[in-house]
């Protein structure tokens, strides 16, 4: 059976990296997280301090583009993969509250889509891959074989993620984690550069009464069904 491109895209929280990771370890394929990616930019824009009382310096994260290099390497501890940028794993660092509520503002920049869907349409170039993210199946592979668009309630989604962040010791509030899921699908769904809709031939996946195991049981019938028809 040949190996097809999976292109996995949705709004925040709704499991779409669980899923992806799940799906790719299942058929042996490489598994790319772009949604790190973007947490990696913002992460720099904070450590840099190019975020002043919110607002981002974005022609300073520009000029800074050109040195950065994201990379992913498995962690034999975890056995997953952590991000590294510039050679620094910054796997924690990324996942925090900060970065989310920086992260789709520096998605809005063109410049930094650019250089990212560069990298991540050279890492399908082998095929055999599932990607996760706003525009993959929209933008970075709009020929992919199998597109999925997975969503759910945003309540059901902010409470994902609070109990997430408060099972690794996070000091939140559920309050400010619904915010965020809504000031960043408002953001991912306006802006003017790969704005995050579903791919007309995109399957629709609302996880918000499905267990992971049931996402993930869905996720497999579908590839399968792509894989033997290709």
Not at 75 to 97: C, F, M, Q, S, W
Not at 101 to 124: C, Y
């Amino acid at each position: 059976m040949g190996r097809i491109i999976i292109a996995i895209d949705g709004h925040s929280s709704t499991g779409k990296s669980t899923a992806a990771k799940q799906l790719a370890e299942h058929l042996d394929y490489v598994y790319v997280d772009t949604g790190a990616m973007y947490r990696a930019i913002a992460f720099h824009a904070l450590s840099s301090n190019l975020v002043e009382n919110g607002r981002l310096d974005k022609q300073a994260l520009i000029a800074a583009l050109p040195g950065l290099a994201i990379s992913f390497k498995l962690n034999p501890d975890t056995h997953k993969a952590d991000v590294y940028l510039n050679g620094t794993n910054i796997e924690k660092e990324i996942r925090t509250l900060e970065v989310s509520n920086i992260v789709s503002p520096v998605a809005e920049i063109s410049e930094v889509r650019a250089k990212l869907v560069e990298q991540q349409q050279a890492m399908g170039q082998e095929r055999g891959i599932v990607m996760d993210g706003r525009d993959i199946g929209t933008v970075v592979f709009p020929n992919a074989e199998l597109k999925v668009f997975m969503t759910a309630a945003p309540e059901v989604r902010a409470k994902r993620r609070y109990d997430e962040l408060v099972q690794r010791g996070d000091q939140v509030t559920y309050e400010e984690i619904h915010k965020n899921v809504l000031q960043r699908d408002h953001i991912d769904s306006t802006r003017e550069d790969s704005p995050l809709i579903q791919a007309k031939d995109a399957r629709l996946l609302d996880t918000s009464e499905m267990s992971r195991e049931e996402q993930f049981e869905l996720l497999k019938k579908w590839a399968m069904e792509t894989i033997e028809a290709s």
